[in-house]
């Protein structure tokens, strides 16, 4: 079973940063589309970054320009690095692996880390 885990959350002050860290426990990591989703109180999960498999990023226009996924195949770790933070980036963050096959998807999720924007 493949597991995610997250760390890097917690408290910020409107206009700081934080990096948000995700490890995979695969051999093949190399191989998943890994990205980024967030999910404040009251609202849906949404998506905010995602780096694929040749190394291709796209970002919600939301954090354009403030946040940058990056990706370590060696070290089997995705990295979300969020500047200039705004208290509407509060949220869940939730770091997905996901696998495209012939068949099927295959997506794989974290526990969560809080990010509180606030001051």
């Known amino acids: 079973q493949v597991q995610l885990v997250e760390s890097g959350g917690g408290l910020v002050q409107p206009g700081g940063s934080l990096r948000l860290t995700c490890t995979v426990s695969?051999?093949?990591?190399?191989?998943?589309?890994m990205g980024w989703y967030r999910q404040a109180p009251g609202k849906q999960r949404e998506s905010v970054a995602n780096?694929?498999?040749?190394?291709?990023?796209n970002y919600a226009d939301s954090v354009k320009g403030r946040f940058t996924i990056s990706r370590d195949n060696a070290r089997k770790t995705v990295y979300l690095q969020m500047n200039s933070l705004k208290p509407d980036d509060t949220a869940v963050y939730y770091c997905?692996?996901?696998?495209?096959?012939?068949?099927?998807?295959?997506?794989?999720w974290g526990q969560g880390t809080q990010v509180t924007v606030s001051s």
């Open positions: 780096v694929t498999t040749s190394v291709n990023k």
């Open positions: 695969t051999d093949i990591f190399s191989l998943y589309t």
């Open positions: 997905n692996a996901r696998r495209f096959t012939i068949t099927s998807v295959n997506d794989y």
